[in-house]
Each structure stands twice: as structure tokens, then as C-alpha cells.
């Protein structure tokens, strides 16, 4: 099944040429890594690591399982998880509902759980904060992408990463309660939607 309408409507937007060369040398070693477990046929599991597990890494999770959707890219398993768990930030939430996608808060706590639906069909994603020893994420075989280079320098081992791979994105939190906040969010947002479609358009199948 496709991806919803509205979100479908951003992917087919996105610019990937606007990507420089130089970011696409960060991307290159995480398109070969899933390039190879594709030839291989074997299931690609990406662990999306910040600090918090508040902000970048859930971005980054929830773009890229949607666009592996997007593509039709088969056994694409996305996770993400910090170095500490703190919670899933509102403005993460108003900005992906604002993009498009299904979101239902399916707890009450500091750390409150929510499912977040980009496809009718297709098995919601579970967000939350959460470290990297939780129960929803991979043990093994999977590829630890650093997501911001606070976490980067402070996870010198990540226990069963196959691969180590540094992606790193500014932190919208930078613009928290000022007036760029939602503008910042959605700009950070559309980035790294824009450059998962970018590593994922390239992957042979």
C-alpha cells in the first residue's frame, strides 16, 4: 500500500539535487550498507542514535522507514534509541502531523508511547524515548547511524552495531520557544527527509 497522500505529495517534492557533495560523502557509507544487505537479501536493521532519542533520531527513524515504504525497498527495520532516554518532544509530534502522518499518543507518562501511522496498512511505528539496551531495539546485525556528534563521541562502543556510521544533523532544539521553532523543526524535518529519499533512490535492487 502506498504511503499517505499528503506525505507522498512531500517525498515527490523533495529535492535531492540540492544536496551537496559533500553531504552526500556522509551518506555514501550508509547507502553501501544497505546496498550490501540488499544484494545479500538479507534484512537491514538502522538504529538512529542522539543523545536523547527525542528529536534528530526520531526524524531520522520515521523518514527513513517511510521512504524505504515509498520506495517498495523490502525487510527495511528502522529503530532509533539515546544514550539517554528522556521523551519523544511535542514539537516532533506537531511537526510530523503537519507532514502528513497519523499520530496517536498510546500512553500517559514522562515518556508517553505513540503510534505513528504513515501508510494505512502498514505496521504503525512505536515512539518514544528510549536507550540503546531497550527491548524494542536490535541486539545484532544492524547499523548504528549517529545522528548528532554529542552521542557520536560519547558511544565509543555500541554493543552488536554491525556497522558505525555518523549522520550527523543540527539540533532543532537550538530554537525552542522562540518564534523560528515550528519554521526550524519543519526545515530540520524536510532535511532529512530530503536526504533519506537521496540514500534510498540510490539502492539497486
Same mark, same amino acid.
Given at each position: 500500500?502506498?504511503? $499517505? ?23 555514501? #557509507?550508509?547507502? %553501501?550498507?544497505? !546496498? ?5 537479501? !538479507?534484512?537491514?536493521?538502522?538504529? *538512529? ?8 533520531? =526520531? ?5 527513513? !522507514?517511510?521512504?524505504? =515504504? ?19 518532544? &511535542? ?9 502528513? $502522518? ?9 515518556? &508517553?508511547?505513540?503510534?505513528?501511522? $504513515? ?14 539496551? %531497550?527491548? $524494542?531495539? &536490535? /541486539?545484532?546485525?544492524?547499523?548504528? +547511524?549517529?545522528?548528532? /556528534? ?5 558511544? #565509543? *562502543?555500541? /554493543? ?7 549522520? #550527523? ?6 530554537? %525552542?520557544?522562540? #518564534? ?11 532535511? +532529512? ?6 540514500? *534510498? ?5
Amino acid at each position: 500500500m502506498p504511503v $499517505f497522500e499528503s506525505i507522498e505529495e512531500i517525498i515527490s517534492t523533495l529535492n535531492i539535487a540540492s544536496i551537496s557533495n559533500e553531504r552526500k560523502a556522509v551518506l555514501k #557509507p550508509l547507502i %553501501d550498507f544497505i !546496498q550490501t544487505k540488499t544484494l545479500e537479501n !538479507q534484512e537491514i536493521r538502522l538504529n *538512529f542514535i542522539c543523545t536523547h532519542n527525542s528529536r534528530r533520531s =526520531h526524524l531520522s527513524q520515521i523518514w527513513a !522507514q517511510t521512504i524505504a =515504504h515509498y520506495f517498495n525497498l523490502k525487510n527495511v527495520f528502522c529503530y532509533s534509541a539515546g544514550t539517554e532516554a528522556t521523551a519523544l518532544f &511535542p514539537m516532533i509530534i506537531e511537526t510530523l502531523q503537519n507532514a502528513g $502522518f497519523k499520530m496517536n499518543k498510546s500512553s500517559e507518562s514522562n515518556n &508517553p508511547r505513540y503510534t505513528i501511522m $504513515f501508510s494505512e496498512n502498514e505496521q504503525p511505528i512505536i515512539g518514544f524515548s528510549k536507550t540503546l539496551d %531497550d527491548e $524494542f531495539n &536490535p /541486539t545484532s546485525k544492524f547499523a548504528a +547511524i549517529m545522528t548528532c /556528534t554529542q552521542a557520536d563521541e560519547g558511544c #565509543p *562502543f555500541i /554493543t552488536g552495531a554491525e556497522k558505525r556510521i555518523s549522520v #550527523p544533523f543540527e539540533d532543532p532544539k537550538v530554537f %525552542d520557544n522562540t #518564534p523560528q521553532q515550528a519554521k526550524k523543526y519543519k526545515e530540520r524535518s524536510l532535511q +532529512i527527509a530530503t536526504e533519506m529519499k537521496y540514500v *534510498f533512490s540510490q539502492i539497486k535492487v
